[in-house]
């Protein structure tokens, strides 16, 4: 008995007749009344009521229609199981400060091993550290290496922040800036910044900081206000052209270097990304 008899009968019946079964499953007629054929043999019972131009099933077959729905059915869940499991094989669980150093390590890591799948979350340093211990996160991405005997770390980039103002923006003309140049001004700030948002405001304690959680909406009052902004060196290949001036900051805070970091036991697959970075 194969599964395909098996989805041939079901769709006898749900189409009404063998030729518009035959037409849903794209085969011809004559195999389809073959596998039949082939079915009632093996089970050593007819399951169809021949009249003219009419088929429908005897009661042997719907005894054989409703276990021949639960056996695909039972193959659905078993087919969806596997799939799911796959994936999770595939799933490595990142945490991470900030977005930059995620998005060069997916992009590292989708072409040197296509197929990988990250679910990602933002957490602080303290809060990874222990995410990986208790092992609710397979790699960390951090602002520091970890010199513990059970991980391993590798340095991965580093991020230099950088303050965005209108042009016709007194800061505009200049070569940098420092925090006690800036403190005090309005600032727009995208909420998904990672760890860079308490930068901000620990650096900024006189600033009104405006958050947005929308990108779009951000990008549309960078545009049309004279707020100003923060973009990074990393971040900024992806950040909308909007005619401003980028001056970097200098200060205590403004860079940052980035460590990914897993369990020296971390799957074969985890260890694989933390090699591309040496």
């Given at each position: 008995?194969e599964?395909?008899?098996?989805?041939?009968?079901?769709?006898?019946?749900?189409?009404?007749?063998?030729?518009?079964?035959?037409?849903?499953?794209?085969?011809?007629?004559?195999?389809?009344?073959?596998?039949?054929?082939?079915?009632?043999?093996?089970?050593?019972?007819?399951?169809?009521?021949?009249?003219?131009?009419?088929?429908?099933?005897?009661?042997?077959?719907?005894?054989?229609?409703?276990?021949?729905?639960?056996v695909?059915?039972?193959?659905?869940?078993?087919?969806?199981?596997?799939?799911?499991?796959?994936?999770?094989?595939?799933?490595?669980?990142?945490?991470?400060?900030?977005p930059?150093?995620?998005?060069?390590?997916?992009?590292?890591?989708?072409?040197?091993?296509?197929?990988?799948?990250?679910?990602?979350?933002?957490?602080?340093?303290?809060?990874l550290?222990?995410?990986?211990?208790?092992?609710?996160?397979?790699?960390?991405?951090?602002?520091?290496?970890?010199?513990?005997?059970?991980?391993?770390?590798?340095?991965?980039?580093?991020?230099?922040?950088?303050?965005?103002?209108?042009?016709d923006?007194?800061?505009?003309?200049?070569?940098?800036?420092?925090?006690?140049?800036?403190?005090?001004?309005?600032?727009?700030?995208?909420?998904?910044?990672?760890?860079?948002?308490?930068?901000?405001?620990?650096?900024?304690?006189?600033?009104?900081?405006?958050?947005?959680?929308?990108?779009?909406?951000?990008?549309?009052?960078?545009a049309?206000?004279?707020?100003?902004?923060?973009?990074?060196?990393?971040?900024?290949?992806?950040?909308?052209?909007?005619?401003?001036?980028?001056?970097?900051?200098?200060?205590?805070?403004?860079?940052?270097?980035?460590?990914?970091?897993?369990?020296?036991?971390?799957?074969?697959?985890?260890?694989?990304?933390?090699?591309?970075?040496g």
């Amino acid at each position: 008995m194969e599964l395909e008899q098996l989805r041939q009968l079901v769709a006898i019946v749900d189409c009404g007749t063998m030729s518009k079964a035959a037409e849903r499953l794209h085969i011809s007629q004559p195999s389809i009344s073959r596998n039949m054929h082939a079915l009632e043999t093996e089970l050593g019972q007819e399951l169809f009521e021949h009249a003219r131009n009419r088929i429908t099933l005897n009661d042997a077959g719907a005894i054989a229609l409703d276990s021949a729905r639960k056996v695909l059915a039972d193959v659905d869940v078993m087919r969806g199981d596997l799939d799911e499991h796959a994936k999770r094989k595939r799933t490595i669980r990142l945490g991470t400060v900030a977005p930059a150093p995620m998005w060069l390590l997916t992009e590292r890591t989708v072409t040197a091993h296509p197929g990988t799948i990250f679910s990602t979350e933002y957490l602080g340093e303290q809060d990874l550290e222990r995410a990986l211990l208790d092992r609710s996160v397979d790699l960390a991405i951090l602002i520091r290496p970890l010199a513990l005997p059970n991980m391993t770390s590798r340095q991965l980039m580093t991020e230099a922040l950088s303050v965005e103002a209108p042009a016709d923006d007194e800061l505009a003309g200049r070569d940098h800036v420092t925090w006690e140049d800036i403190n005090g001004r309005p600032f727009l700030v995208l909420e998904s910044i990672g760890f860079w948002m308490g930068i901000v405001r620990d650096n900024l304690p006189d600033s009104q900081i405006i958050v947005q959680q929308d990108p779009q909406v951000f990008t549309q009052l960078v545009a049309s206000s004279d707020l100003l902004n923060f973009v990074t060196d990393a971040s900024a290949f992806s950040h909308p052209s909007t005619g401003r001036v980028r001056i970097p900051i200098w200060g205590t805070g403004a860079s940052a270097t980035y460590f990914a970091a897993c369990l020296n036991d971390s799957s074969e697959q985890v260890r694989r990304v933390l090699d591309l970075f040496g």
